[in-house]
């Protein structure tokens, strides 16, 4: 659990644990030769991928951004993936219970991103923070309702249909400001409606910047533009945001965080002294 103040908030990154992914599909088109200087896989070329939450303490909100993979997965696919399920423990562990959370934030709708948005208790999905509103892109549930062939799975509807039909998940059309000092960004590539939420604390001259990212960087070690992942939707989209954030995020110096980095949560992307993307972290 790693904690640091950005302005007057206090940002704490609470991890529902690790899961497996393939090494080819987490790299893309990157050959294997490149990517396992960097990270090893394993005897099934599968890697560990962190399940990175943020938790926001604006003094007036506790914000949650991503809810990890949960504890509803079928057994198919914990036999896949893993299902470490350790979100609310580490949220208990940072002094907050499912109870003291006001707002949830899913940058996009995919099972390892939202999974403890609910839980089933019997025949019952109901939700994990009962007096949080949730907030995520309306064009993304409508991509997930058509259960195309390329990411159906992706898709798990007890995940947020409960919370739609019950009101207490908000579908929004882009852009949009959700707490004073939080505001989510349309950034596609990962996915068409993903978002990114921007998180600004401090005076007019002391005003400090963070972003967690999600899935158009995933990890520290994607921070090259065409590391892109093989589950990305619109690959070129993706090379063309990532430029775009690295143009605002470097001279800014917005706190980066990646949303599948299990070893750096966290830091600053630089250029070095041969223009390579680099990160470095909080002091």
């Known amino acids: ?14 991890s529902d644990g690790t899961y497996f992914l393939d090494g080819g599909a987490f790299f893309g088109v990157v050959p294997k030769t490149l990517w396992s200087k960097k ?11 962190g399940l990175n939450s943020l938790l926001i303490r604006t003094g007036d909100k506790n914000i949650l951004v991503e809810t990890g993979i949960g504890n509803k997965l079928p057994e198919r696919l914990v036999q896949i993936f893993k299902q470490p399920a350790k979100l ?14 006001d707002i949830v934030i899913n940058t996009h709708l995919h099972f390892d991103h939202c999974g403890w948005n609910t839980v089933r208790r019997g025949a019952e999905i109901l939700p994990t923070f009962p007096k949080a509103k949730y907030y ?3 064009g993304e549930w409508e991509h997930g ?15 947020y249909d409960p919370l739609i039909e019950s009101g207490q998940m908000v ?15 349309v950034i596609p590539g990962h996915t068409a409606n993903m978002q990114a939420v921007m998180i600004e604390s401090g005076g007019a001259s002391e005003k400090k910047k963070a972003c967690y990212i999600s899935d ?30 690295y143009a605002q995020a470097i001279p800014e110096k917005w706190l980066t965080v990646f949303t599948h980095d299990d070893a750096k949560s966290w ?6 002294e041969r223009s390579r993307l680099v990160l470095a972290p909080l002091a």
Request: hydrophobic share 40%; proline share 5%.
């Open 1 to 14: 659990m790693q904690r640091a103040n950005l302005g007057d908030f206090e940002l704490t990154v609470v």
């Open 267 to 272: 830091g600053y992307v630089e250029r070095d």
């Open 88 to 101: 609310l423990d580490n949220l208990h562990g940072a002094g907050v219970a499912p109870e003291d959370i």
């Open 171 to 185: 579908l929004l059309d882009g852009d949009q400001e959700i707490s004073p000092g939080i505001s989510v960004k």
């Open 145 to 159: 309702r058509l259960q195309l062939e390329r990411d159906a799975i992706s898709y798990m509807s007890p995940n």
């Open 39 to 49: 990270v090893t896989a394993d005897d099934q070329n599968r890697l560990d991928a």
């Open 216 to 245: 158009l960087i995933p990890t520290s070690n994607h921070l090259d533009i065409t590391w892109a992942m093989a589950f990305d939707l619109y690959p070129l989209q993706t090379i063309e945001n990532r430029k775009k954030y």
């Open 136 to 138: 995520a892109q309306r």
